[in-house]
């Protein structure tokens, strides 16, 4: 394991490193570190990460578009089933 604090900074090599990018997998001085999420980024790899939006993968949209559509037919079945009981109560009791 290397340890972070024996590098120096990937920006500003007379500095002593701070953490590590999990981004660029760079060691960076104090300055330039910064966290987001609880995870260490460089200046630059953080503004791109800023700069693209967070979008859902096409698969994992897909999915929850598949799994409302399952919890909507499902309930659309359970709606369906009380409404003919309801009907079959109502019709015993008029008879």
């Known amino acids: 394991m290397v340890t972070v604090l024996a590098q120096t900074c990937f920006h500003h090599p007379a500095r002593a490193g701070h953490a590590l990018c999990m981004s660029c997998r760079q060691?960076?001085?104090?300055?330039c570190a910064s966290t987001w999420d609880g995870i260490n980024y460089c200046r630059p790899c953080l503004a791109k990460r800023r700069a693209t939006p967070q979008t859902l993968a096409p698969a994992v949209a897909r999915l929850s578009a598949l799994g409302m559509t399952l919890v909507l037919v499902g309930l659309l079945v359970?709606?369906?089933r009380f409404m003919a009981?309801?009907?079959?109560?109502v019709g015993t009791w008029l008879s």
């Open 27 to 31: 060691v960076v001085c104090q300055e």
């Open 78 to 80: 359970v709606v369906a």
């Open 85 to 89: 009981w309801s009907m079959a109560q």
